[in-house]
Every structure is written in C-alpha cells, then in structure tokens.
C-alpha cells in the first residue's frame, strides 16, 4: 500500500532563516506531487505541483520554492522565512486515478 | 476559473442526528472527492466519486454525484462525537492541468 511521509511534524524558525521540508511517498512510481498552505481555519491554498522529476509548477507567486529531485521525493524551500510563511503546510500526492492523499502536515511557526 | 462552495460552513448537531452537507458549483466537475480533517492532521479521503448519479457509502458515510455533476452530497448518519472536523469536497480541474480544487470546508461540532 502507498504511504506518504513529512518531516519535520512541527517547526519554530526566526524570521529570515532558511527552510526545507521534505515528503516523500512510498508504494507507488510516477506520482503527481502537491505542495499546500493551509492557513489556521481555512482552506487549503495550492502553492506547487510536479508531474515528474526537475518538473514544478508555481501557483502563488511567494517566498517559496519547490525542487523534486527523485521521483517520489518533493522538497519546500525559502531562503529566508516572513512571518507569513507560518501555517500547517500539507503535501500530497496522486496517481493514474484522481483520487489525491494527503500527508500528515508540518506546523510552520515563524518567529 | 472553477470553483466550489460548501454549505453550511459550520454546524453544531446533537450526537445521534443525521448530518447533510452539500457542494456545489458553477462548472461541470467529472469526479468528486470527500475528505475529513482533524485538527492538526492532513486531511483524510472519505469517498470518491467518478459517475454521475452515483451514490456511495462509507460506513455511516454516503456521498452522492449529482446528476447535473455540478454537485454533490456528503450525509452522516447517527453522529458520534468522533465526527467532529473539518469536511472539504474536492475535485480535479477537467482543464488537464493536475490540479484540484478544494472547497472551503464544513465545520462539524457535534453535542454529547
């Protein structure tokens, strides 16, 4: 069966350090990656998608980056952290059908 | 671009009610999706839906694609208070891009 994986669970960053969160999903090949902010009480904001290996599409232009260097591994990045980075960022992945799952989050605060 | 609205944004029900809660929107969707999430945690694929008319369940869960396809159903029948959450119907975009669009949730409380 398919699992998806995040780390770091939980993360506290000053303002201006930089970031890397990490998924990666087991179980499967070839899978669409997703990268989403979800901001407390609110829905969830699609920030990046990858069809394949080095191929990432940006939704929202913002202080982030996304980079897939292995097929079912998707990286978040920011060279220096706002204070609007702060939030539960989930990612997810789908296959061949259109269901998408989701992984477990990182809680994001930004000091 | 396509978009989804859920209704009602929030709901408070005594525990052993039956709870219905709908999404719908202005474009045609070809496969609906059904999640909950807890607070803290990702969100959880309930029910998919890939046929008009189609009704599916999922325990006490049971989900419907309208027959227009620019909507659907999630029911809860005999609520228990483990059903609290957050639930978001979901669709891909039929613009080929791999993306989904997500609704902005129903708030479920439910009164022991």
């Known amino acids: 069966s398919q699992t998806i994986h995040q780390w770091p669970a939980t993360l506290v960053q000053p303002v201006g350090s930089p970031l890397s969160l990490e998924c990666t999903v087991e179980g499967t090949s070839n899978p669409n990656l997703y990268w989403y902010r979800q901001a407390a009480g609110r829905g969830l904001q699609l920030l990046f998608y990858s069809v394949g290996i080095g191929q990432i599409s940006s939704e929202v232009p913002q202080n982030l980056s996304a980079s897939r260097p292995q097929d079912r591994q998707f990286i978040l990045s920011s060279k220096k952290l706002l204070l609007s980075d702060s939030g539960f960022y989930l990612c997810?992945?789908?296959?061949?059908?259109?269901?998408?799952?989701f992984g477990p989050g990182t809680r994001l605060t930004v000091t | 671009g396509q978009q989804l609205n859920q209704s009602p944004q929030s709901m408070f029900i005594q525990e052993g009610e039956d709870v219905s809660m709908n999404c719908t929107s202005s474009s045609i969707f070809n496969t609906w999706l059904w999640y909950k999430q807890d607070p803290g945690e990702g969100p959880v694929l309930l029910i998919a839906?890939?046929?008009?008319?189609e009704l599916t369940s999922n325990g006490r869960l049971t989900a419907q694609f309208g027959i227009t396809r620019k909507d659907s159903f999630l029911n809860i029948s005999a609520s228990i208070p483990s059903d609290v959450g957050i639930y978001f119907c979901a669709g891909p975009t039929t613009s080929g891009t791999y993306k989904y669009i997500f609704g902005t949730g129903t708030r479920l409380k439910v009164l022991a």
């Open positions: 997810a992945w789908s296959g061949s059908g259109y269901e998408q799952y």
């Open positions: 839906l890939y046929k008009a008319g």
